[in-house]
Nanobody, 123 residues
Framework: QVQLVESGGAVVQAGNSLKLSCAAT????????MAWFRQAPGKEREFVAT????????HYAESVKGRFAISRDNFDNLLYLEMNSLQPGDTARYYC????????????????WGQGTQVTVSS
């Protein structure tokens, strides 16, 4: 079973950048497809980005494409989300998730979830 712990959330001003990390333990990290989701207050959790076993396959939500970059380090069992040009609309709790089967935009595809890290973007 994989345990996921996110970090790096903060309060930042619009236009700034932030890098989130997700540390994985308890499993073979390189065997899992990974993703980031986010949930804003009063809204449903939504897909942000997903990555294949290596760094060759990535897919992004339209709202973050060109601003966010997902990557992974299979040696240190870390998942990253580099966020640039942050906007108030990016304010949310960000979750990392792991799937044994495939990379997907659907929450139901993911077997393990972290507790999340809060990102707040002020205007």
């Amino acid at each position: 079973q994989v345990q996921l712990v996110e970090s790096g959330g903060a309060v930042v001003q619009a236009g700034n950048s932030l890098k989130l990390s997700c540390a994985a333990t308890g499993g073979t990290f390189s065997n899992y497809f990974m993703a980031w989701f986010r949930q804003a207050p009063g809204k449903e959790r939504e897909f942000v980005a997903t990555i294949g076993w290596g760094n060759s396959y990535t897919h992004y939500a339209e709202s973050v494409k060109g601003r966010f970059a997902i990557s992974r380090d299979n040696f240190d069992n870390l998942l990253y989300l580099e966020m640039n040009s942050l906007q108030p609309g990016d304010t949310a709790r960000y979750y990392c998730a792991a799937s044994r089967e495939y990379a997907s935009v659907r929450e139901s595809a993911y077997d393990y979830w972290g507790q999340g890290t809060q990102v707040t973007v002020s205007s």
